[in-house]
């Protein structure tokens, strides 16, 4: 099994996942390009793939940083979340200086800076497979957190769940590009029929193994 | 379409209120205009009138009224409503 790591920026507390085997890595939603990049260069790792499971900033705020460290990184994202990626509204990144004072209160002012990034080198409507150091990765469309939402599987045991399944909170559709609709049509039915027994990395929290009785 | 009819569609659109409900709306005055509520009628002001708000305004818009002073200071005028 490739080693896992898990990074969460310390602002917006969402987690990057850095997967590495054998010097190759893969890295799911770059949150802060600073730490993911030092990492990789004290161990003189090379990044294969930046997958990216949504738009809203607080999972592509490193994006431009590693891509300008590694250019060679392969980044794939779903076509809505690619199309978004530079657009400062339906990323979030125009009203998340906002957003941080509503959630944690207090007279605190945050500042965060609007972030444009280019779009995917690959990109997908419905499903996109491949393999990567034997193992086979899955990233399917999810939409209703955004229209752009894709959860990730790696060998049908781990699920890097993006903005959904995060540990004891509700799955949120209000926030840019989100659709009440589409998760009641397409994510709600998607995430009930998930196996018992599947391992979740969420992109925010905790990770777990999902039951449910924690549906 | 007036700057007014924009400003109102927006708040008909984000936080589903019309008419004469729109002039009385406060942030956390009806269920709809919570934190996230304001992150989309911020957005979505942006997007139809194409501008930038800087946060101290996006923080300082907390009603219905107050948007049209804020929007001001960003080149918009709404046209006043007739008596």
């Known amino acids: 099994m490739p080693r896992l790591f898990v990074l969460e920026d310390r602002l917006t507390q969402s987690n990057c996942y850095l997967m590495e085997d054998n010097g190759s890595v893969l890295i799911i939603d770059p949150n802060d390009h600073e730490r993911i990049l030092k990492i990789i260069r004290e161990h003189q790792w090379n990044i294969d793939y930046i997958l990216l499971t949504h738009e809203h900033c607080d999972h592509i705020q490193g994006l431009n940083g590693v891509r300008r460290g590694y250019p060679e990184a392969l980044v794939i994202a779903t076509a809505v979340c690619s199309e978004n990626l530079g657009n400062r509204i339906k990323n979030m990144s125009g009203m998340m200086g906002t957003y941080l004072h509503f959630k944690y209160g207090g007279d605190k002012k945050y500042v965060y800076s609007s972030i444009l990034c280019n779009p995917a080198n690959l990109t997908f409507d419905q499903e996109y497979e491949f393999h990567w150091k034997g193992h086979m990765i899955q990233m399917e469309l999810v939409p209703g957190h955004t229209m752009g939402s894709c959860c990730i599987r790696m060998d049908e045991t781990i699920l890097f769940s993006g903005d959904y399944l995060i540990m004891g909170e509700e799955d949120i559709t209000r926030l840019a590009g989100g659709n009440e609709e589409a998760y009641e049509t397409y994510a709600k039915p998607w995430i009930e029929a998930l196996e018992d027994g599947i391992h979740i990395y969420p992109g925010h929290g905790t990770d777990y193994i999902l039951k449910k009785e924690k549906r | ?83």
């Open chain 2, 1 to 83: 379409m007036t700057n007014l009819e924009k400003y109102n569609k927006v708040f008909q659109v984000i936080l589903k209120k019309e008419g004469e409900e729109l002039k009385e709306l406060r942030y956390r005055g009806v269920p709809e205009w919570d934190s996230m509520g304001h992150m989309n009628l911020v957005g979505e002001l942006e997007e139809k009138f194409d501008i930038m708000l800087d946060t101290p305004d996006m923080l300082a818009f907390s009603s219905y009224e107050k948007g049209k002073e804020i929007l001001k200071k960003y080149g918009v005028e709404i046209e006043k409503e007739d008596a």
